[in-house]
């Protein structure tokens, strides 16, 4: 996609060789330590080798045979609890802003689900190369790709993490430029979609817009959150509505000139959840180095003498930090936002202080409020997705299809690739009852409906 928006002159790979790709810390008992990134590395850790007693059990326990648990309770049980509490909850902080607790293992680190499913063992099985979660799907996608694009492969082998000169957004942006340019697609934004209807026999459907003329289309691929979905469907699908999502306040500091310096460069650090109750980082999740992870985005004089960082606020503890249940008051303008913000700006000042020792004042400081940002796939989730699939197919037949972070992955790249594969399947699907008269060849299993991949993860 980066290349057919033409986009790899802005894009800021970085490469896995990097500080800022090898060098990820996490704040506990006051200093930072590093993330490892082998099992080699591991056995000294700080952090890690006053566990491995009771993580040697992993090797020799059984497993446990559930279809699904918590990441707490899958870690507590092959490691125990201290690497549960003082390690993972950091990751699940850093991905998810999650709680370990109550996210499935099975869909968020699904790689340790299946090494313990197919080797007994999460170590033994990474020893012995195993727990690639790779669907048939990515591996034709895969094949389909770098056969067009070889030197991709060497590309995504050699970067760890990537953005764009003006940030990720230069990606929609693009992709908005794109289609507008290409005079087949009808963008209408803030137009707020109020009902579907489906006509079966019709095979078409009516998508009722407020305050527009209904529209009626051949078909609907959804990429709403799936409790928006759930109140514009006739049908009661109580699977859109099982998992919250949580609300993170990222707050962005600049520190010009020489004033402030990292004790170390790398990507950036995580707060695990036995961190978290300590006074003046309640509800940190974690910062990010951006001026050292991704240093070319910052061009003129005064790049080298920059430091920016962004603090990630709240995810499962929002609620807690700001005493208020109905999550954040949509006005940008009322008090309790500002306090709110406020408050955010002065969790980050501090913890800079306190845990990178930056005594400085920052020159620039913006907060943003990411209200619901981020899916949180709980215990179960996968097995709801799978009867989510075949919901949409017996009572759809390929009318609806679903893709999005509230399905089968969070990440940008989840998100553009699991799009992608409905989008070309819905496409062909449509090509197919062309080609074939009133839909002949399009049996319920023929349905598309952007689940299909639940049954492979
Ligand atoms: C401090 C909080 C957060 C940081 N990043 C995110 C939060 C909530 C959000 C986030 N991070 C990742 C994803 C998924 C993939 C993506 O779209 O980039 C999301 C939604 C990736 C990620 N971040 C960390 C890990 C281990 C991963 C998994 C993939 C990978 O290995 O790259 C760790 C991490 N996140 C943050 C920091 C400071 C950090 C490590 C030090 C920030």
């Not at 529209?215 to 998992?243: G, H, K, M, T």
Request: charged share 25%; net charge negative.
């Amino acid at each position: 996609m980066v290349k057919a928006l033409n986009l790899d002159q802005t894009l800021e790979p970085v490469l896995k060789t990097s500080p800022a790709a090898k060098n990820r810390f996490i704040y506990s008992r006051n200093k930072l330590h590093m993330l490892p990134s082998s099992i080699g590395s591991a056995l000294t850790h700080p952090l890690i080798a006053p566990k491995i007693p009771r993580a040697g059990l992993d090797l020799i326990k059984s497993a446990s045979g559930q279809s699904d648990e918590s990441i707490e309770s899958f870690i507590t049980r092959r490691f125990g609890k201290g690497m549960s509490d003082d390690l993972i909850s950091a990751m699940v902080h850093g991905i998810y802003a999650g709680d370990a607790s109550k996210l499935s293992v099975r869909s968020t680190f699904g790689m340790l689900y299946h090494l313990e499913k197919d080797y007994g063992s999460v170590v033994l099985g990474m020893l012995m190369g195993g727990g690639t979660v790779e669907t048939p799907w990515d591996t034709v996608l895969k094949e389909k790709i770098v056969a067009k694009m070889p030197d991709l492969k060497d590309f995504v082998d050699k970067t760890s993490i990537y953005s764009f000169k003006d940030g990720l957004e230069e990606l929609s942006r693009a992709l908005e430029r794109d289609l507008v340019a290409s005079g087949r697609v009808d963008i209408r934004k803030a137009s707020i979609v109020e009902k579907l209807d489906f006509d079966q026999q019709g095979r078409t459907v009516n998508v009722s817009i407020k305050g527009q003329d209904p529209l009626q289309v051949d078909s609907v691929v959804s990429a709403l959150p799936p409790q928006v979905l759930y109140s514009l469907l006739p049908n009661s699908y109580p699977e859109l509505i099982q998992n919250p999502s949580v609300t993170v306040a990222v707050v962005n500091l600049v520190y010009n000139g020489d004033q402030a310096r990292l004790p170390s460069p790398g990507f950036g650090y995580l707060i695990p959840r036995s961190e978290n109750s300590a006074v003046n980082h309640k509800g940190l999740l974690g910062i990010v180095f951006d001026s050292c992870s991704i240093p070319d985005q910052d061009q003129g004089a005064s790049r080298d003498h920059t430091l920016k960082l962004t603090a990630m606020i709240g995810g499962h503890m929002f609620e807690q930090i700001v005493g208020n249940h109905d999550g954040v008051d949509a006005n940008p303008e009322s008090s309790s936002i500002k306090e709110q913000e406020l408050l955010f700006e002065q969790i980050a000042v501090d913890a800079v202080k306190k845990h990178l020792k930056i005594e400085a004042i920052p020159d620039i400081v913006k907060v943003h409020i990411h209200n619901q940002c981020i899916p949180q796939y709980l215990v179960g989730h996968l097995q709801r997705m799978q009867t989510l699939d075949q919901s949409l197919r017996a009572d759809y037949d390929g009318l609806l299809a679903v893709t999005g972070a509230g399905y089968l992955g969070v990440s940008v790249n989840d998100c553009i690739k699991n799009a992608r594969e409905v989008a070309e399947a819905v496409v062909s699907k449509m090509g197919e009852e062309e080609e074939n008269g009133e839909a002949q060849l399009v049996g319920k299993q023929d349905a598309v409906t952007g689940l299909e991949r639940s049954w492979f993860l």
